[in-house]
């Protein structure tokens, strides 16, 4: 009976050590299974991820490269500077030509201005109904023939600077007879007076304002 018993006892612990080992392979199962999920994520995440990388790139704007613009002198582009030769003469040929071309081109571009707000007002015009309308309409107005009036009392002046180039009498300092310069003039073709002369205008005219 005894070892009847002991047999019964081994055979009992057998099986509880074969259904603990089937249990413990069951719960190690799913942590597998879960590794394997987070792992298959990881990759879908991943592949999902890399073609919008690639489509970013492919639809981020690309920088156009800076334009080179040719050098601007005073308000009219797309003339180059005079270069000055050692010993030559002041208002020679090449300069009298320099600077005739310089008014002729910005007499130009002021009349095309000039023609394009006429135009404008003539095309723009209209009777509007809302009084705010009308007050925006009739102060741009205003302000374009203010901008317009300054450009024909500049067209006055580049006309006279027209004249003082045929009568070789141009890029001299009217109150002191002193060279204005290439420079001064390419900055400002209708200068009539020197810096010197020019700064000492201006105190006067704080002065008695």
Same mark, same amino acid.
């Given at each position: 009976?005894?070892?009847? @018993?002991?047999?019964?006892t081994? &055979?009992?612990?057998?099986?509880?050590?074969?259904?603990?080992?089937? +249990?413990?392979?069951k719960?190690?199962?799913? +942590?597998?299974?879960?590794?394997d999920k987070?792992?298959a994520e @990881?990759?879908?995440?991943?592949?999902q991820?890399?073609?919008?990388?690639?489509?970013a +790139?492919k639809?981020?704007?690309?920088?156009? /490269?800076? $334009?080179?613009?040719?050098? !601007?002198i005073?308000?009219? /582009?797309?003339?180059?500077?005079?270069k &000055?030769?050692?010993?030559?003469?002041?208002?020679?040929?090449?300069?009298?030509?320099?600077?005739? %071309?310089? *008014? *002729?081109?910005? @007499?130009?571009? *002021?009349?095309?201005?000039?023609?394009?707000?006429?135009?404008?007002?003539q095309? %723009?015009?209209?009777?509007f109904? %809302?009084?705010?309308?009308?007050?925006t !309409?009739? #102060? &741009?107005?205003?302000?374009e023939? =203010?901008? $317009?009036?300054?450009?024909?009392?500049?067209?006055?002046?580049?006309?006279? #600077?027209?004249?003082?180039?045929d009568?070789?009498?141009?890029?001299?300092?009217?109150?002191?007879?002193? &060279?204005?310069?290439?420079?001064? *003039?390419?900055a400002? /073709?209708?200068?009539?007076?020197?810096? %010197?002369? +020019?700064?000492?205008d201006?105190? =006067?005219?704080?002065q008695?304002?």
């Amino acid at each position: 009976m005894a070892a009847k @018993k002991k047999a019964v006892t081994s &055979e009992a612990a057998a099986t509880k050590k074969t259904v603990a080992k089937k +249990k413990t392979v069951k719960k190690a199962a799913p +942590k597998k299974a879960a590794a394997d999920k987070t792992a298959a994520e @990881k990759k879908a995440t991943a592949k999902q991820s890399a073609p919008k990388t690639v489509a970013a +790139k492919k639809t981020a704007p690309r920088r156009r /490269p800076a $334009r080179k613009t040719t050098s !601007q002198i005073g308000p009219v /582009p797309g003339i180059a500077p005079y270069k &000055e030769k050692k010993g030559e003469e002041y208002m020679n040929e090449r300069q009298v030509a320099h600077f005739r %071309d310089i *008014l *002729l081109a910005w @007499k130009r571009s *002021l009349m095309e201005e000039v023609d394009r707000t006429v135009h404008h007002m003539q095309d %723009d015009a209209a009777n509007f109904p %809302d009084p705010n309308d009308r007050a925006t !309409q009739e #102060s &741009e107005f205003s302000m374009e023939l =203010r901008a $317009r009036d300054r450009e024909r009392k500049l067209i006055k002046k580049i006309d006279e #600077s027209m004249r003082n180039l045929d009568n070789e009498e141009f890029g001299f300092c009217e109150a002191c007879g002193v &060279e204005i310069g290439v420079r001064r *003039l390419e900055a400002r /073709p209708t200068a009539t007076l020197c810096i %010197d002369c +020019k700064y000492l205008d201006e105190i =006067r005219e704080k002065q008695m304002g």
